[in-house]
Nanobody
Framework: QVQLVEFGGGLVQPGGSLRLSCAAS????????MGWFRQAPGKEREFVAT????????YYADSVKGRFTISRDNAKNTAYLQMDSLKPEDTADYYC????????????????WGQGTQVAVSS
């Protein structure tokens, strides 16, 4: 069992940056693939980024590639999402999730989810 809590959301102007953190409690955080997803009002949840248990495999959605960076610190049981050059279309609730699979862009592959943190990009 893994419990996940996201931190770091907020309101930011276009072009600004935010760093989301996902703190995990429970056992074997280092054995899980971690992913970030987002859901805008009226839209389905979409994949943002994923990182393998050892950090060696990373994959981004095309919409965030070059602007967002996913990372993890297994010693701190924490995953991160650095978001730069934010755009209004990045506005959404952001969720972190943990999966036993190698890595996946499919929300259905993830076993544990956080409660989400809101990100709003607006001038």
């Amino acid at each position: 069992q893994v419990q996940l809590v996201e931190f770091g959301g907020g309101l930011v102007q276009p072009g600004g940056s935010l760093r989301l953190s996902c703190a995990a409690s429970g056992r074997s955080f280092s054995s899980y693939t971690m992913g970030w997803f987002r859901q805008a009002p009226g839209k389905e949840r979409e994949f943002v980024a994923t990182i393998s248990w050892n950090g060696y495999s990373i994959y981004y959605a095309d919409s965030v590639k070059g602007r967002f960076t996913i990372s993890r610190d297994n010693a701190k049981n924490t995953a991160y999402l650095q978001m730069d050059s934010l755009k209004p279309e990045d506005t959404a609730d952001y969720y972190c999730a943990a999966a036993r699979t190698l890595y996946s862009t499919n929300p259905g592959s993830y076993d544990y989810w956080g409660q989400g943190t809101q990100v709003a990009v607006s001038s």
